[in-house]
């Protein structure tokens, strides 16, 4: 039995999804500590890991469309909710993350100069990027697992 391989990409883009929240969260955990080049290295990690799920996303949803919920009764305005929310809020997070990520990368490169600190511009952007980010990833998951896992009608 040959398995088409764009098949298994919604599982592979939960798992980059649930990877990215956890990197999100170790990120947050690592400035907040004050460990600013692992937050660097972490967040750099978790904007591939996002960008490799943007890529399977589109990849999936270009060979196979978009799959149809099958719940019924109150999950299914629970999952549209969901959705739509998740849906808005990514086309924000696709533009906001590489501009974060921009910045922060800015920030460092001029503190290496001993040019004066525009932290404060990353940091700005980031307290919003970064909840929209780790919204988007969770739900991402939960969508997965709604769409692909919930018992149809």
């Not at 929240?21 to 990690?45: C, D, F, P, S, Y």
């Not at 906001?96 to 990520?101: A, H």
């Not at 910045?103 to 970064?130: M, N, Y």
Request: glycine share 6%; with cysteine.
């Amino acid at each position: 039995m040959e398995v088409n391989w764009a098949t298994l990409l919604p599982a592979v883009d939960a798992s980059l999804n649930a990877l990215a929240t956890l990197l999100l969260l170790v990120g947050l955990r690592q400035i907040k500590k004050g460990r600013r080049e692992a937050h660097r290295r972490t967040m750099l990690i978790t904007f591939v890991v996002s960008a490799i799920f943007l890529t399977c996303y589109l990849v999936h949803h270009a060979m196979h469309g978009s799959k149809t919920f099958g719940g019924v009764g109150l999950i299914k305005p629970v999952y549209y909710s969901i959705l739509i929310s998740h849906v808005f809020l990514a086309v924000f997070v696709a533009v906001l993350v590489p501009v974060t990520v921009w910045k922060g990368l800015k920030a460092d490169k001029a503190e290496k100069l001993g040019q004066p600190s525009i932290w404060a511009k990353h940091r700005k952007i980031a307290k919003v990027t970064f909840p929209l980010w780790l919204y988007v990833s969770v739900t991402g998951v939960v969508i997965y697992f709604l769409a692909y896992h919930w018992p149809s009608s």
